[in-house]
């Protein structure tokens, strides 16, 4: 029997996005960007690290671009947005540091590219509807 | 994953039920006439509060989910059917004396109820021509 798809793998896709796109770039010296701009040597294992998450990103952002378009896309930034504010407002985030405003907006890239890849579940099991992609219009043969 | 080609069992009242749930949520928290909604909460707000704004995208972004999932389901007509559905059994209780058409607060009421029914089946409606039919759904990108 296939399982549905639960609130366990809406989260681990959640933490996968933001896995990615903390993992590529954050403000706080734990990151790719940091390990290329100031560290020398092991070109090798740089390379093979920096392809990795160029396809992951290629794939997510695909993924979400397909699934959720531009104006799920706008919705999702305008929902977590909203919900910055909110916190904010509450005085639990502190945008006027640089480092802070910067996390907040990749938090929100993360965010989207989570739910980007989830929709698509998320809608066949609310609705049975499924999201498909017609590849012979792309297709180069 | 479900497969494509498979049709496994379903419960189609918990099933409904469960997607009633959800779209009376999101329609009665958007707007009913108790005066406890989103909509008397924008009108009696003074200036755009971020939670305000905050629930608003939400509820936008469910009801936009909604209503597209149950339009692609039904389709033109289904809509138009489901529409005259409303008319007639708001036409029906009005004509069993339920209720007046005049009394705005109880026809409100019976309206969104039957938005919210309709709303519900469209959702459910895939999931239900899945099973009866073998027929599925398919949402194609690019369109």
Redesign the interface.
């Known amino acids: ?3 549905e ?1 639960g609130f366990l793998d809406l989260s681990m896709r959640l933490v996968a996005g933001l896995l990615i796109v903390l993992g590529s770039y954050n403000p706080y010296a734990m990151s790719y960007y940091h390990w290329i701009v100031e560290t020398d040597g092991s070109a090798s294992l740089k390379a093979l690290a920096g392809l990795t998450l160029v396809t992951l990103h290629v794939v997510f952002v695909l993924a979400s671009v ?1 699934s959720l378009g531009p ?1 799920g896309i706008g ?2 930034t ?2 977590f947005g ?2 910055a ?2 916190l ?2 509450q005085r639990w985030l502190d945008i006027e540091s640089p480092r802070v405003f910067v996390l907040t907006l990749l938090l929100i890239l993360g965010g989207v590219y989570g739910a980007g890849i989830s929709w698509s579940h998320l ?2 099991r ?9 590849i012979t ?2 297709s180069p043969l | 994953m479900p497969r494509l080609g498979k049709t496994y069992p379903i419960k189609p009242l918990a099933m409904l039920f469960k997607r009633w749930l959800l779209c009376a949520t999101v329609v009665f928290a958007s707007y009913n006439p108790s005066g406890n909604s989103y909509f008397h909460w924008v009108r009696d707000a003074g200036e755009v509060s971020p939670l305000l704004a905050f629930t608003g995208v939400l509820l936008l972004i469910a009801a936009l989910a909604i209503m597209r999932m149950a339009f692609l389901s039904l389709g033109y007509f289904g809509v138009t059917a489901a529409l005259t559905c409303i008319v007639m059994m708001l036409a029906l209780g009005a004509g069993l004396d339920l209720f007046e058409l005049a009394d705005v607060e109880i026809t409100t009421y019976m309206l969104l109820f039957w938005a919210t029914l309709v709303l519900a089946v469209g959702v459910s409606w895939s999931l239900y021509q899945g099973r009866i039919s073998g027929e599925r759904d398919i949402l194609r990108t690019p369109p």
């Open positions: 029997m296939p399982r798809f397909r104006v919705l999702l305008a929902l909203s919900m504010w909110v904010v407002d809608r066949n609310l609705s049975g509807q499924v999201d498909s992609t017609d219009l792309t």
